[in-house]
């Protein structure tokens, strides 16, 4: 079946650093991808997509790129902000007869120290 | 405002005692899902709803009941919650009618309520 590997954390940077957040996947189709982002106390929220091969999602300077030939979809961000503390999903989407189940990884807990 | 709302945020309950935890949208999704979250699990699918009186499955349904009388509402129903229940509850809704493709046609945004945090005693 469908699965996702996403980088264990936490993840602990300094303001400004720069983040990687792996991701992997393993799908019998053509998944789309997903980033999605949990504040504290908070539903889930996109923070970007990719529906097929190459193509780059970005949003709020985060960036991901669909590498079918790798099956990743890493999460990359310049500049890290404080406020980009929260925890991050990885997550695929292969619809079967209409249910858009999202599979998603463990998360990654991100902490931003000022 | 474009809005996933689940009723109630928290809930403390005993082995047995039947509950229903609400979850209402107001952007004429036609699809909506139950996913529960539990440490080191990430979330999983309990149930879902392409629309009104069409709800399935998903891959953890065993102690779960649903609905789906109106389009805005997903009412998740547990008649005998036993401790295993303990968990993270969130509803999510997207507009639906994914079609198939042979390239990721499955890229519908879905929005996700606040979470239900339910201890079972």
């Known amino acids: 079946g469908d699965s996702v590997t996403q980088m264990e954390g936490p993840v602990t940077l300094s303001e400004e650093a720069f983040l990687t957040i792996n991701c992997t996947y393993t799908a019998t189709g053509y998944p789309s991808l997903f980033w999605y982002v949990q504040y504290p106390g908070e539903g889930l929220q996109l923070l970007l997509k990719?529906?097929?091969?190459?193509d780059k999602g970005s949003n709020k300077g985060f960036e991901a790129t669909y590498r079918k030939e790798t099956t990743s979809f890493h999460l990359e961000k310049g500049s890290v902000q404080v406020s980009d503390s929260a925890v991050y999903f990885c997550a695929l989407s292969e619809s079967n007869f209409g249910n858009e189940k999202l599979t998603f990884g463990t998360g990654t807990r991100l902490t931003i120290i000022p | 405002e474009a809005q996933v709302t689940q009723n109630p945020r928290y809930l403390i309950t005993v082995t047995g005692k039947k509950l229903t935890v609400t979850c209402s949208q107001n952007?004429?999704?036609?699809?909506m899902s139950w996913y529960r979250q539990d440490p080191g699990l990430g979330l999983r699918q309990i149930y879902y709803s392409m629309n009104v009186e069409v709800t399935d499955k998903g891959d953890v349904p065993e102690g779960y009941k649903v609905s789906r009388k109106e389009k805005r509402n997903f009412p998740l129903i547990l008649e005998s919650p036993s401790p295993n229940q303990t968990s993270l509850y969130f509803c999510?809704?997207?507009?639906?009618?994914?079609?198939?493709?042979?390239?990721?046609?499955?890229?519908?945004?879905?929005?996700f309520g606040p979470g239900t945090r339910l201890t079972v005693l």
């Open positions: 999510a809704s997207s507009r639906g009618r994914a079609l198939p493709g042979r390239q990721g046609s499955w890229g519908n945004e879905q929005f």
């Open positions: 952007m004429n999704h036609e699809y």
């Open positions: 990719a529906t097929k091969a190459d």
